[in-house]
């Protein structure tokens, strides 16, 4: 096993305690909820649009365009209805305050794991051929995980979620880009460019389904939706500052 690839799958995946620590510095202002779910909405858009969907294409380069675009739309469609699965199995969809974040705050988790394990891949993979580069994608997707962290502590603590609940999703995030790089070593041999696409496309449904069905309308039933604003335009600045490295 390929130490420097954990150790930098274990430094990606620490960030989202770095952000669930900056919960616990800002959790008295009234409008933080609102200004994480803002930043939330865009680095989630931001990892859909410019990680996983061109990622998803390359890995399908020897299949011609339009079977391309019709089994990456089968598998994002897929992704959308696993989501909605998911969906019935935490607190109900239509459930308001406290309850509908504890929702928001189970049903992002759930869909981040699968996206995280996927970056472990990535993150392994690169190490296996270059340290630099694999340190430089490292950060990157850190610097992404900083505010999913505290979007997801935030409306886990706001919605009232059990203490066992919260360190029990937190860990599963935190150890899910280890744990994809422990996949890729045990089955490097096995997993094609077509299985990692496949993988790819069903997350990227399943953000969407956050990105459409939850964030989107949080932000629009707003009252702060100036703090929202500010959260959106935060997080375009860091997806900005991801894609130079």
Known sequence: MNQYGILLTLLTGSFFLIGTLLTF????KTRFLDFVIGIAFSITLGIVVFDLFPETIESFHNISGFYKILLIMSLIIFGMIFGKIIDIFVPHHHAE????????????????LLHNIIEGFMIYALALTGRIEALILALGI??????????ITTTLRKGKASKYVQIILLSLLFLSVPLGGVIY?????QITDHI?????????GLLLYIIIFELLREIINNRNKKSAGLGIALGVIIIVVSLLF
């Open 196 to 204: 990692l696409g496949g993988f790819m496309g069903i997350a990227i």
């Open 185 to 189: 070593n045990l089955f490097q041999n």
């Open 25 to 28: 510095i800002f959790q008295r």
């Open 142 to 151: 850190a610097l992404h995980n900083i505010p999913l962290g505290m979007h």
């Open 97 to 112: 305050g406290e309850k509908r974040l504890h929702h928001i705050g189970i049903a992002t988790t759930n869909s981040l």
